[in-house]
């Protein structure tokens, strides 16, 4: 059961795996049966099957990702005291596990492993007393950092212990059994019921029942909730990979993010906006934090919200954000983008947004995490669980939900008519259908892709919203195919990039539409004529009707005809299969590639 709960995880990324399992020795005696392995999880499996732990039905394991000490079997988790009475696996950074090792290498503790985990099994060693919990709760109170942890003690046999500061922990309720997993996925096909923890709380599971309490040992409130997708929803459903399921998902996803959220008067309704109406009139500046592909969602709702709103809109890279001392005060209003809701970046520049005044708006895709929980209001986008590392669905639901914020803040602030944000809405309504056509046009791209598999570098082009556009076509070739990859905005080519093209060169081109902004489209159209003319191999996606650019297209990939704030919806779907084709020619992990994590959830 354990090594399932850690399958349904590897998407999270991971370099080393383990279990530790409550059992009976020979005489009778509990104890901790444990094994653990560098690399991936088969190669735990392969020695488990040659030497079975023996039976058991309490045990804890984990999937880790190197940050103290390399992926070796000695750093992998559980870890272990001296007497192999207490295991411990834990996800975070722990600050201050120098001093703490020193202490114990004092006391004479042996630590065999250059991890920060290890210090807690021992520290938790020396707390016990007969109450894990307790001693848990203890131990927690003299950590610094970001942590989830997990511990079993062979002499509470039947309990599990966990605790939370930052890092993501969720309980599965079952009838008889109890779970514990840094995501629902990992327990959804035995339970759909799930409590939530808070900061600093300690949970301790039994067969028969849950107890939360805070660090200081008073007892906490929980909130339960209902899981509403099942285990099927996170298997492949006959895909190669998960990532190729979830961009066929992606019509789907955009209309459940879109779903309800025009009331019965006509008006635009955003349940999970707790932020009155007022305030938000008062707001006289929006700034965006996030990370990865959530951060080009970002860059893609600057253009709306200044448009819609007439607001002044920033987009910060949540790392940098509260390291540059930001300019807030209660009139501003941060929107923090995370597919998880635990990216630890963004997390820390909410936290420090709310401690200037400011209000916070979430826009997340999972129930109950940390950054939902410390907003001001949060706009779910009802994706549904996103395996693959490199995200898809997440990024174009995303910008459904920024879509959404800037019109309900026109709406708000008499900025757009009712009429106007109803025919928005329209055309929103209609781009599920819009990427259902795309994504039925999609086998030259793959055909593309795989002709370019021995390609050294490319290179992407847009303007206005297809700039950030350009950016994540990038990235997502960063990602998986492992090989260079720019987005620029086109009209900086003769501003430095151009000296970059050279004959072959694959150079992909976001042609916005020629109904829109002409002015953009004639611009993009001379800078394909440019760097054709000094060789580069032109894959342009333009709209369907748009003639001028065939002469220059060396491929041609057409989108339906969108409103160009909203082309992203559709420009972006190319660039998805493009990556995953690419890589896959290449002969690379598609769904978890190398070095990254899913949710990044350390600084």
């Known amino acids: 059961m354990v090594i399932a709960g850690l399958r349904r995880l ?20 509990w104890l901790l049966a444990t094994d653990k392995r560098a690399g991936k999880l088969v190669n735990l499996e ?27 079997d000695a750093n992998a988790h559980p870890h272990l005291d001296d007497h192999r009475k207490v295991a411990v696996v834990h996800n975070g950074i722990i600050e201050n596990f120098a001093k703490l090792r020193a202490d114990l290498a004092d006391r004479g503790h042996t630590l065999r492993s250059e991890t920060d985990t290890e210090v807690v099994a021992h520290l938790l060693a020396e707390a016990y007393d007969g109450d894990l919990a307790g001693a848990m709760r203890a131990v927690c109170r003299r950590l610094d950092g970001a942590f989830t942890l997990v511990a079993v003690h062979a002499d509470a046999p039947g309990t599990v212990v966990g605790a939370r500061r930052n890092s993501p922990l969720v309980v599965g309720v079952g009838d008889g059994e109890n779970f514990l997993a840094s995501d629902v996925a990992a327990f959804i096909a035995h339970t759909r019921e799930a409590i939530e923890l808070g900061q600093d709380q ?3 599971l039994r067969p028969d ?7 200081d040992g008073t007892p906490a409130e929980v ?6 997708w099942d285990a099927s929803a996170a298997e492949k459903g006959g895909y190669d990979y998960f990532m190729l399921k979830e961009i066929a998902e992606q019509p789907k996803a955009v209309a459940d993010t879109l779903l309800g959220r025009i009331g019965t008067d006509g008006r635009l309704t955003l349940d999970e906006l707790r932020i009155p109406d007022q305030v938000l009139r008062e707001v006289d500046k929006v700034v965006i934090v996030a990370c990865g592909t959530a951060f080009h969602a970002g860059m893609i709702a600057k253009y709306a919200i200044e448009h819609w709103t007439r607001i002044p809109c920033e987009v910060e890279v949540a790392s940098e954000f509260r390291y540059r001392d930001p300019i807030l005060d209660d009139r501003t209003l941060v929107v923090a983008i995370s597919q998880s809701g635990e990216t630890m970046d963004t997390l820390m520049a909410l936290r420090h947004a709310r401690e200037q005044g400011a209000k916070v708006l ?5 129930n109950g995490s940390t950054i939902p929980r410390e907003s001001d209001a949060v706009l779910y986008t009802h994706a549904g669980p996103e395996v693959a590392v490199a995200s898809t669905k997440a990024f174009l639901t995303q910008l459904v939900a920024c879509y959404l914020v800037a019109l309900y803040l026109g709406q708000v602030r008499g900025t757009k008519w009712g009429d106007e944000i109803t025919s928005v809405i329209r055309e929103l309504g209609d ?3 819009q990427v259902e056509q795309v994504l039925g046009t999609m086998e030259p791209v793959r055909a593309l892709a795989r002709s370019l598999a021995d390609a050294r570098s490319v290179l992407f082009l847009g303007r206005h919203v297809g700039y950030p556009v350009a950016l994540e076509g990038a990235l997502k070739l960063k990602e998986l195919a492992y090989m260079h990859a720019e987005g620029f905005a086109a009209g900086e080519l003769k501003h430095g990039p151009i000296a970059l093209i050279e004959e072959g060169l694959p150079v992909v081109v976001v042609v916005p539409s020629p109904r829109g902004r002409s002015i953009l489209h004639d611009k993009i159209v001379s800078n394909i004529q440019e760097i054709r003319a000094r060789g580069a191999r032109t894959i342009v996606i333009a709209e369907e009707g748009d003639e001028a650019v065939v002469p220059y297209a060396d491929h041609l990939i057409r989108i339906p005809a969108t409103p160009t704030l909203l082309q992203p919806l559709v420009s972006t779907v190319p ?20 070095n990254l994590a899913k949710s990044v959830t350390v600084e």
Request: charged letters at 20%; one cysteine or more.
């Open 10 to 29: 590897e998407y999270r990324g991971y370099d080393s795996a383990g279990v530790a399992v409550q059992t009976r020795g020979a005489d009778g005696q």
């Open 46 to 72: 392969k020695s488990l099957a040659e030497t079975p732990l023996a039976a058991g039905t309490t045990g804890i394991g984990h999937t880790r990702w190197a940050t103290h000490g390399g992926p070796t």
């Open 202 to 204: 300690v949970v301790e």
């Open 209 to 215: 029942g849950v107890t939360v309490t805070n660090f």
């Open 223 to 228: 909130r339960e909730y209902h899981v509403d």
């Open 362 to 366: 979430a826009i997340c895709n999972t």
């Open 431 to 433: 781009a599920p259908r």
């Open 575 to 594: 660039l998805q299969v493009f990556a995953c084709e690419l890589a896959t020619a290449k002969g690379h992990e598609v769904d978890q590639p190398r």
